[in-house]
């Protein structure tokens, strides 16, 4: 395969999973591997998926707040709770060999999923979601989180939801909402220390990062519009993937 159909592949898998990073988690369970595919190192790839990771939640966060669903204090104080996570957990992800890069994915893979599917409480009988108090749990919770995706970055949505959905009980369209921005922000630094440590292959990257930013502003907009009921089939879908994934079925 020449470096044209390359530059196509990334930008084609960029578009596809930034709408189902934006809707659910887990879309660089496809752009990895499709970089990894072009004859990377896990290093490489985990430094180069940071450019799409990065533009995608930029054109997310700003699609979300061209269509008047944003709070941008609570976003910063929730991001912020990651950022010291963010930074150790790229630290960790330049030093880490092949081998165990694999391993300890599969491993939280798994956990990811099966998390996805604990039913969230409701204590009013209703059918909507409430936001409920914040514990200081839930703020352990986004540091362990922050440095995950510092880490690997790959399902980090579905910690996020888990988190803003069952422990702070938010509703899945501000969950999103917050989730696109807290990845942004941890992001910055982590996108940092592989380009520094020469972990990032920009042109690759900047392919993927273009489908990514249009796939990002389709998502916000399914988000928003399509409300709780299109984001649960999206997640469920997302989560299907990542399932045969680990079990070895692509």
Partial sequence: MTSIWYYLLLFSVGLISSIINVNAGGGSA????????????????????????????LFAVTSFKQQQVSRF?????????????????????VKITNEWFQRILAVVMIGIVLTM????????????????KRKWWSFL?????????????VGVGFLLMAVLYHLLRMNLVVVNMHKVFIVLI?????????????????????????????????????????????????????????????????
């Fill in 30 to 57: 496809l752009t990895l591997p499709a970089l990894i595919f072009i004859g990377m190192d896990s290093a490489l790839a985990n430094g180069t998926n940071r450019i799409g990771i990065l533009l995608q939640n």
């Fill in 73 to 93: 204090k609570e976003s910063i104080l929730l991001s912020l709770l990651t950022l010291p996570g963010g930074i150790i957990g790229a630290l960790a992800a």
């Fill in 117 to 132: 599917f604990i039913p969230n409480v409701r204590h009013d009988g209703s059918n909507s979601i409430r936001e409920g």
């Fill in 141 to 153: 919770a986004l540091l362990g989180i922050g440095f995950y995706g510092g880490f690997i970055q």
């Fill in 186 to 250: 941890f992001t910055i630094p982590a996108l940092f220390i592989f380009g520094f440590t020469g972990n990032i292959n920009w042109r690759y990257g900047l392919s993927l990062a273009a489908g990514s930013s249009i796939g990002a502003w389709l998502g916000a907009k399914i988000a928003v519009k399509g409300g709780e009921k299109t984001i649960r089939y999206i997640l469920a879908i997302a989560i299907v993937m990542m399932a045969v994934k680990l079990l070895g079925g692509f």
